[in-house]
């Protein structure tokens, strides 16, 4: 990885994955469908991408989810992917969605990674961690500019961290993609993460949405028990 980092990273554009192509093994059928109030579980993250306005969106969707009419309305700013081999895990998903990623935006400098059954993620979440994002690098770059001795790595990617635990999205920048990309296709982003942690932004996130997923039947009751009283809206900042 070079140490110098062009500025684009702080204003060139960006583009969304949002990672639908799980199995669920844990729950004997597929989470994305799972209903969750007036819409199925994916559609959350879809909405949210859409609402954040940060630019394409490519979800990667498990063949069956496609079938069932996800994405439910067209949009042209979301490109469907379909995985022909969810059991190979998730980093098939995070290569397709790269690579579709990159040809609908070949100038892509920052990718925002979201999960697909994060329902409470917000917009306002995906949008605030692609600004502190920037922020923390045109800062960097600004210090390294002035010929400060001290000045801070310029970051390479993002994660938000609640109660001292990194959730998600994961923010990319344009240094990471190639490694991704190259990255064996059996290993999911940690090990990508877990390589460049130094030069990771850690965000404090507003609220536990990040860190709160679905997993188990029991996690799904749990959420849907949140919505149904409202509680996801004081988590997540906004009315959904």
């Not at 062009?6 to 199995?23: D, E, H, S, Y």
């Not at 400098?109 to 605030?128: H, R, W």
């Not at 800062?139 to 970051?155: D, K, T």
Request: net charge neutral.
């Amino acid at each position: 990885m070079h140490e110098e980092v062009k500025i684009t990273v702080a204003t060139g554009p960006a583009g969304v994955i949002v990672l639908a192509a799980g199995q669920a093994t844990r729950m004997g059928r597929l989470k994305q469908l799972l209903p969750l109030g007036n819409r199925p579980l994916v559609e959350w993250s879809i909405q949210s991408a859409r609402e954040a306005r940060l630019g394409p969106i490519v979800v990667v969707l498990h063949p069956a989810v496609a079938a069932a009419g996800i994405p439910r309305h067209p949009d042209p700013v979301v490109h469907p992917v379909v995985n022909p081999w969810p059991e190979r895990g998730q980093g098939v998903s995070l290569r397709l969605g790269l690579r579709a990623l990159l040809q609908t935006e070949p100038s892509l400098e920052v990718t925002l990674v979201v999960l697909g059954d994060q329902p409470f993620v917000s917009a306002n979440v995906m949008t605030a961690l692609v600004e502190a994002f920037r922020e923390a690098a045109r800062n960097a770059v600004a210090c390294r500019a002035a010929g400060m001795e001290s000045a801070p790595s310029v970051p390479v990617g993002a994660r938000p961290v609640w109660n001292g635990k990194p959730g998600h999205p994961v923010l990319l920048s344009r240094p990471l993609l190639s490694e991704a990309l190259a990255f064996p296709v059996t290993d999911g982003i940690k090990p990508l993460l877990d390589h460049h942690r130094e030069r990771m932004l850690f965000w404090p996130a507003p609220g536990p949405e990040v860190i709160t997923d679905i997993d188990t039947w029991e996690d799904y009751y749990i959420i849907t028990r949140r919505l149904q009283s409202g509680e996801h809206h004081q988590a997540s900042g906004e009315r959904r």
